[in-house]
């Protein structure tokens, strides 16, 4: 069985402070990958980042950037510099790539981040 | 390139009444699946289609639930007698059977049920 953890339910801060939002997995997959969807008040969710189980270099786009430690098996996504329109419920979300998969993705709760003026 | 949509994005209805939804997914995506989210959780996988064969659906798709995807195209997922528990946002996603399967997200439809 799948499972994601994003133990922070909701998260606040102040415009221009970074903020981290955690993420941790189960799986038994060896291969898998692991996304970051942003679903503003709009409802739509959008593709943030995807990476792949053998993949474990951190990433940078941006103000973004995610670490991906297998070890502990996370996958935290940080927002530099935060603002106002970064406000929305963050999804982590897991999918095996084993042949014969569904391929379907396994999301966590979320986590509501608010970012004040 | 257009995306995902969904019709319609808003729904209300009382309880008893059938609903149907419709996504039109990527042109070209052969595989289509709906996840349902409700308030505070993330979204649910209930089913999914390869061109027009539904291989999987999740055991929160009871009876009620009836999805199709006649020719390969578009979707259509059906609730009869709904219930207040079908109150929730159902969201559509496709995705082209690629080394990478990334799903790509319609703006859902919200149901209601009073």
């Known amino acids: 069985a799948q499972k994601v953890t994003q133990a922070q339910t909701e998260i606040s801060v102040v415009e221009k402070e970074d903020v981290t939002l955690d993420c941790v997995y189960e799986?038994?997959?060896?291969?898998?990958?692991l996304f970051w969807y942003k679903q503003p008040p709009s409802g739509e969710l959008v593709f943030l980042i995807r990476r792949n189980s053998f993949d474990e270099q951190n990433e940078i786009s941006g103000r973004y950037s995610w670490n991906f430690q297998k070890s502990t098996s996370s996958f935290n996504f940080t927002i530099t510099a935060s603002q106002v329109v970064d406000s929305a419920v963050y999804f982590c979300?897991?999918?095996?790539?084993?042949?014969?998969?569904?391929?379907?993705?396994?999301f966590g709760k979320g986590t509501l981040l608010t970012v004040n003026p | 390139d257009t995306g995902v949509s969904q019709d319609p994005r808003h729904k209300i209805t009382k309880r008893g009444q059938n609903v149907t939804f419709r996504c039109d997914p990527i042109?070209?995506?052969?595989?289509l699946y709906w996840y349902r989210q409700t308030l505070g959780q993330g979204p649910e996988f209930l089913t999914y289609f390869q061109n027009e064969a539904q291989l999987e659906k999740s055991r929160l798709l009871s009876d009620r639930f009836s999805a199709e995807r006649p020719k390969g195209s578009f979707s259509t997922l059906e609730i009869q007698r709904t219930e207040q528990g079908d109150s929730a946002m159902y969201l559509c996603?496709?995705?082209?059977?690629?080394?990478?399967?990334?799903?790509?997200f319609g703006p859902g439809t919200r149901l209601t049920v009073t």
């Open positions: 996603a496709s995705t082209l059977m690629t080394v990478s399967y990334e799903q790509y």
């Open positions: 979300a897991l999918r095996p790539n084993s042949g014969g998969s569904n391929y379907k993705l396994t």
């Open positions: 799986t038994r997959d060896t291969t898998y990958y």
């Open positions: 042109s070209e995506h052969n595989r």
